[in-house]
């Protein structure tokens, strides 16, 4: 079956630094993949969608790179702010669209 | 403008009853989403409607859930005989059409007792 694993560990980083989280996919062939961000209590909210013929896609201080060969997505948020603390969740979509496969998410802390 | 909202955002019930969520989305969007999510995970996808119809059922459990749509607009997911499996968080989202970002709602805490 269908699996997407984000780095299960939360990711402590210094303010100023780049920010990289990890997606890895099996079993699956996606059309798309979507970034969220999620706050406590709060549902995701929209980041970046990259085509499976996109190697890069960026917005601002984010960059998403998408590895069909390898089945990973790279996540990179530079010059990292306390604001950006949050969990950050990966989500493959198929050819017909609509419904998201999520990952379990990857909780980011920033540090003064 | 506005986004989506559902109601309520918290809802308590007792083991084998009957409860129902509400999701109203952003105006205009046709595709509306339900997902749920259990503490320290992501969210798990439910069903998904095209307008009125229902595109994609598969995530749907078992039959003791059932959402509709009726006018293509507000929706509603139906829990029967509720199990306190079934606590969790249940969000909805909505967007232009498939195949574009989700709008999500902040979700309604189902605890079943």
């Known amino acids: 079956s269908q699996k997407i694993e984000q780095n299960s560990e939360a990711l402590n980083i210094q303010e100023g630094k780049t920010a990289t989280l990890t997606c890895n996919y099996t079993?699956?062939?996606?059309?798309?993949l979507q970034w969220y961000r999620q706050d406590p209590g709060r549902g995701p909210v929209f980041l970046l969608l990259?085509?499976?013929?996109?190697k890069e896609k960026r917005k601002e201080r984010l960059k998403v790179t998408f590895d069909t060969t390898l089945k990973q997505s790279l996540f990179h948020i530079t010059a990292s702010q306390p604001a950006d603390s949050a969990t950050y969740l990966c989500?493959?979509?198929?050819?017909?669209?609509?419904?998201?496969?999520f990952g379990q998410g990857t909780e980011l802390s920033v540090k003064p | 403008g506005a986004g989506v909202s559902q109601t309520p955002s918290n809802k308590v019930t007792e083991k084998g009853k009957y409860v129902e969520l509400r999701c109203d989305p952003i105006?205009?969007?046709?595709?509306l989403y339900w997902y749920r999510q259990s503490l320290g995970q992501g969210p798990e996808f439910l069903i998904y409607?095209?307008?009125?119809?229902?595109?994609?059922d598969s995530g749907l459990p078992n039959d003791r859930f059932f959402a509709v749509r009726p006018e293509g607009s507000v929706s509603t997911l139906k829990i029967q005989r509720t199990e306190r499996g079934d606590s969790a968080v249940y969000l909805c989202?909505?967007?232009?059409?498939?195949?574009?970002?989700?709008?999500f709602g902040p979700g309604t805490r189902l605890t079943v007792t």
């Open positions: 989202a909505s967007s232009p059409l498939a195949g574009y970002e989700q709008y």
């Open positions: 079993n699956y062939s996606p059309a798309y």
């Open positions: 990259i085509r499976e013929n996109e």
């Open positions: 989500a493959l979509e198929g050819w017909q669209g609509g419904k998201l496969i």
């Open positions: 105006s205009g969007h046709t595709a």
């Open positions: 409607f095209q307008g009125t119809g229902a595109a994609d």
